[in-house]
């Protein structure tokens, strides 16, 4: 089986079940996760979308970097471009943002996406309102967006 496949038969459990839950599909070396509120015929919708992998540990600061560079490259799919934040070299972590991210007169809106030596690679979109503090908000994406977005993230690991 495939990711996409997997991704294909989790979604479909979950929207039998409830419509929301924990999607879980095993990868070549390591695992996705996403925490869905929302499930249907079209899309979903997730807290944060996650690929936990070995491949990851040990890795220096400019491998982060390569793959970060490469994932900038790879998502012009999802609603804004994503663009580097900072690297982090104390925690050997990458943070990418939307770039720009997208604002309206009530709030600002941006995905987050982190890559971390140890490891893991996590995508989440916040919303802040001015004057309070950043809040995650679910990332309304439609089902071959999710199966893109998990292909890529192991995919640009290998």
Same mark, same amino acid.
């Given at each position: 089986?495939?990711?996409?496949?997997? @991704?294909?038969?989790?979604? $479909?459990? %979950?929207?039998?079940?409830?419509?929301?839950?924990l999607l879980q599909a095993d990868a070549d070396?390591?695992?996705?996760?996403?925490?869905?509120?929302?499930?249907?015929? @079209?899309?979903?919708?997730?807290?944060?979308?996650?690929?936990?992998?070995?491949?990851?540990?040990? #890795?220096?600061l400019e491998r982060l970097r390569s793959i970060?560079?490469?994932?900038?490259? $790879?998502?012009?799919?999802?609603?804004?471009? @994503?663009?580097?934040?900072?690297?982090?070299?104390?925690?050997?972590? %990458?943070?990418?943002?939307?770039?720009?991210?997208?604002?309206?007169?009530?709030?600002?809106?941006?995905?987050?996406?982190?890559?971390?030596?140890?490891?893991? %690679?996590?995508?989440?979109?916040?919303?802040? $309102?001015?004057?309070?503090?950043?809040? %995650?908000?679910?990332?309304?994406?439609? !089902?071959?967006?999710?199966? !893109?977005?998990?292909?890529?993230?192991?995919?640009? #690991?290998?």
């Amino acid at each position: 089986m495939t990711i996409k496949t997997d @991704i294909q038969r989790e979604l $479909k459990r %979950i929207q039998a079940v409830s419509g929301r839950g924990l999607l879980q599909a095993d990868a070549d070396a390591g695992r996705i996760e996403a925490d869905l509120v929302a499930v249907d015929a @079209i899309g979903c919708s997730f807290q944060t979308l996650a690929y936990s992998t070995d491949k990851l540990a040990g #890795v220096d600061l400019e491998r982060l970097r390569s793959i970060s560079e490469t994932l900038t490259a $790879k998502l012009t799919y999802l609603l804004e471009p @994503i663009g580097l934040i900072e690297a982090d070299t104390d925690r050997c972590a %990458i943070q990418l943002r939307s770039s720009p991210p997208k604002k309206d007169e009530e709030a600002t809106s941006y995905y987050e996406l982190l890559v971390r030596r140890g490891g893991d %690679i996590s995508l989440s979109r916040y919303s802040k $309102k001015t004057g309070q503090l950043r809040q %995650i908000v679910p990332a309304h994406i439609t !089902r071959e967006v999710l199966e !893109r977005l998990a292909e890529d993230f192991v995919g640009v #690991v290998h």
